[in-house]
């Protein structure tokens, strides 16, 4: 999965056949430490490995080395326009860089950044979006598309490369999906580097969470991404729990599965709000595990067969069932405690 070429930040592992990464970006000042590092940490524990923070003035540079002893996973400082944050960021212990070379000035500029890098051991992030191309890669292509978007990032990537500086993940983001599935496609053809996706500017939640599902998943299936981001006009917690669920479902990340079926006019039950308090309670459990919670009692553990645990509902009384298998009738009004009990008294299915 993902492409050859593998960077550190921290000790995150990027690319190389690493495992897929989750990313987000705090809303916080980042001069204010302990509210961010509050932050960090709630994305954290929904599954985030690595946390972008503004870095807007020397403040927030500075505040860096404090933030990154109150939490656990790497952080990266997000730079724009001016070099001397970077330099300001590099030398507080930001683990990772985002910033876009062709935007920080002279040649001067990129090369001092590149220096303290690479002598700190800091990879950098080329964040190239449909705004940032050059006006003469625009003219070349006629306008944003696939190409002009790899061209954006390949600029970037040369003017590193020219003060010996290689330790580089790139993105290509837009908020169109089939424009960006397509350039990073041409991206991960075409060079090794590490490949931070997502679909930027995707929306609020609802269709955010769509967007960025069919974007991200349509390029994991495809062998693309070291590192995501699921980007939302939403709190950023709401990026770390879409991520880590995305990964879940193509199966690169343990933790649970929920198989619940759409209601229809078979269903004896109110299952929405059973489904619901299924998962609730699968949020509070360190397992890698799935969990069917089904309306029909006649079809559902066969429909569901392959679930580790699951539940069926009836006329008052649903069925427990395990692998498929009925284990026992139980009154609907206890079969979500029933279900928990059993998988709570047995090991975790590996």
Not at 7 to 34: C, E, F, H, W, Y
Not at 132 to 154: R, W
Not at 161 to 168: A, C, P, T, V
Request: net charge neutral; charged share 25%; proline share 4%.
């Amino acid at each position: 999965m993902g492409s050859v070429k593998q960077i550190n930040a921290g000790r995150l592992r990027i690319g190389g056949g690493a495992p897929v990464s989750v990313q987000s970006m705090t809303t916080t000042k980042t001069s204010d430490v302990r509210e961010t590092a509050a932050q960090i940490n709630r994305l954290a524990e929904l599954g985030c490995d690595i946390v972008r923070v503004a870095v807007p003035d020397l403040a927030s540079a500075d505040a860096i080395g404090e933030l990154k002893k109150h939490v656990g996973v790497p952080v990266v400082a997000d730079i724009h326009y001016d070099y001397k944050l970077a330099l300001r960021s590099a030398e507080a212990g930001a683990d990772k860089l985002r910033i876009n070379p062709g935007n920080i000035g002279s040649s001067d500029n990129v090369r001092a950044v590149a220096a303290v890098c690479a002598k700190k051991g800091i990879p950098i992030r080329i964040g190239v979006n449909s705004g940032s191309i050059s006006g003469k890669i625009l003219e070349k292509h006629g306008g944003v598309n696939p190409e002009a978007m790899f061209d954006g990032a390949i600029e970037c990537v040369r003017l590193l490369n020219r003060f010996d500086f290689d330790d580089i993940c790139v993105s290509v983001k837009t908020s169109s999906v089939p424009l960006t599935i397509e350039a990073y496609r041409i991206l991960a053809e075409r060079t090794d580097y590490p490949l931070h996706i997502g679909v930027t500017e995707a929306g609020t939640e609802h269709m955010g969470i769509i967007k960025s599902s069919i974007g991200i998943g349509a390029l994991l299936l495809d062998g693309i991404g070291d590192t995501i981001r699921v980007s939302l006009t939403a709190p950023p917690e709401r990026e770390a729990e879409s991520g880590a669920a995305i990964l879940r479902a193509l199966g690169l990340r343990k933790g649970y599965q929920l198989i619940s079926c759409p209601t229809c006019g078979r269903c004896g039950i109110d299952l929405i709000p059973i489904a619901e308090q299924a998962e609730g309670r699968l949020r509070q459990l360190d397992r890698n595990i799935a969990v069917a919670v089904m309306g029909c009692a006649v079809n559902g553990p066969g429909e569901a067969s392959r679930a580790d645990y699951g539940i069926a509902g009836g006329d008052g009384v649903g069925v427990l069932f395990k692998k498929g298998k009925i284990i026992k009738n139980v009154p609907m009004d206890r079969i979500i405690d029933e279900l928990f009990s059993m998988i709570e008294s047995e090991e975790d299915i590996n």
